[in-house]
């Protein structure tokens, strides 16, 4: 008697662990797949931007006033300023461009996101080709089941100052 209660036990935890286990699965499927879409989101910005192409970059941004970059050193604040200041400045003066994103870590938390990133950029100014490479976060939230741009903030490794070529002027002894 003792041996079935306990072998009914047994397979009563078994089968409970079976049951968490897919629900546990069928979570992580998930998050896979809004990880996925998130980076899939990302990659189709850079593309925009390489291609200079507005109407790509339009349909992953958010679009509203709530959207706020910090790039360079400057902050925009509103789609429309980032855009019309910005973003199209800098994508009408660069020629060439190759604009790509590696190694994109994602953190879902119901319908918002954010991600970090490395970004190389490469393309050509008038005669002068630039090339640069940087960290990103991103932070997106899920408007109407499409995952948008919300938040970008950028930055690139300090470039080293210039060396200083100082001669002092001789100290003369005064009487």
Do not use: C
């Not at 629900?23 to 189709?44: C, D, P, Y």
């Not at 507005?54 to 958010?62: R, Y």
């Amino acid at each position: 008697m003792i041996k079935k209660s306990v072998s009914g036990l047994t397979t009563f935890a078994a089968l409970s662990l079976f049951i968490l286990s897919l629900g546990l699965f069928s979570t992580a499927a998930a998050q896979t797949r809004e990880e996925k879409s998130i980076a899939a989101v990302l990659q189709q910005n850079a593309v925009g931007f390489a291609k200079n192409d507005m109407s790509i970059i339009e349909k992953i941004w958010s679009n509203s006033e709530s959207v706020v970059v910090f790039e360079g050193g400057h902050a925009n604040y509103g789609w429309t300023d980032y855009r019309d200041t910005h973003l199209a400045p800098e994508m009408k003066e660069m020629t060439n461009t190759k604009y790509d994103f590696s190694d994109i870590k994602t953190k879902v938390s119901g319908n918002m996101a954010y991600a970090t990133m490395k970004y190389a950029i490469s393309g050509d100014i008038g005669a002068r080709h630039i090339e640069g490479a940087g960290l990103a976060t991103a932070v997106l939230e899920k408007i109407n089941g499409k995952w948008k741009i919300v938040h970008w903030h950028s930055s690139a490794p300090r470039r080293a100052a210039p060396p200083t070529t100082t001669t002092a002027a001789p100290v003369q002894n005064q009487p």
